[in-house]
């Protein structure tokens, strides 16, 4: 069936470095792809989409890649600060899906050291 | 219109007692979705409206859960018999036509006792 899911469920970097975190998606169709950031205690908020035409595309300070081939996704955070650290989701909606139904993953946690 | 609220934030409530909450989505969006959120787990999907129309709901939402949205703005989730399972974030999210960006309140934060 339909699946997002991470590679890994927290990461730790150093203040100032790249960041990158992963997903893996298993459904070909797929269609669009969305990042999203969640603090605690708020709801997701969104941080940069990409379509299945695509590659890549960039953000401030954020880029997200997009390889067909291997079906993965990654969120790549330059000069990763403090106010990054929070949990980190990739969701899709596959093609001709529903446009009300997200599938998000199990999500990532982005801890920035000082 | 800074946003979507959310109302309560948090929600405290006996297991068998109803409970219901309510989204206000930005002004100018047509869909409203509604997503359940449990700990350590991404949020799932339950329903969405296009205007006042309810077009898809998923299995996770079971005869006890009901969702209005009697004029095409805010929407009500309502939870009759609560039980402990029924414990998670609830989060409202609004989208304007045909747009994939959603944009998500802060949850009400249910815990069945």
């Known amino acids: 069936g339909e699946s997002v899911g991470l590679h890994l469920p927290t990461l730790s970097v150093q203040e100032g470095d790249n960041s990158i975190i992963n997903c893996a998606y298993s459904?070909?169709?797929?269609?669009?792809f969305i990042w999203y950031k969640q603090e605690s205690g708020k709801g997701p908020q969104f941080i940069i989409d990409?379509?299945?035409?695509?590659d890549k595309r960039q953000g401030q300070r954020v880029t997200v890649l997009l390889n067909k081939t291997v079906k993965h996704l990654s969120l790549q955070i330059a000069a990763t600060q403090p106010g990054d650290s929070a949990v980190y989701f990739c969701?899709?909606?596959?093609?001709?899906?529903?446009?009300?139904?997200?599938?998000f993953g199990k999500g990532t946690k982005l801890s920035v050291k000082p | 219109d800074t946003g979507v609220s959310q109302d309560p934030r948090h929600k405290i409530t006996k297991r068998g007692q109803n409970v219901t909450f309510r989204c206000d989505p930005i002004?100018?969006?047509?869909?409203l979705y509604w997503y359940r959120q449990t700990l350590g787990q991404g949020p799932e999907f339950l329903t969405y409206?296009?205007?006042?129309?309810?077009?898809?709901k998923s299995r996770l939402l079971s005869d006890r859960f009901s969702a209005e949205r009697p004029k095409g703005s805010f929407s009500t989730l309502e939870i009759q018999r609560t039980e402990q399972g029924d414990s998670a974030m609830y989060l409202c999210?609004?989208?304007?036509?045909?747009?994939?960006?959603?944009?998500f309140g802060s949850g009400t934060r249910l815990t069945v006792v």
């Open positions: 459904n070909s169709a797929s269609d669009y």
């Open positions: 409206f296009q205007n006042e129309a309810q077009l898809e």
């Open positions: 969701a899709d909606i596959p093609y001709g899906g529903s446009q009300g139904n997200l599938i």
């Open positions: 999210a609004s989208s304007a036509w045909e747009a994939y960006g959603y944009t």
């Open positions: 990409i379509r299945s035409n695509m």
């Open positions: 002004s100018e969006h047509n869909r």
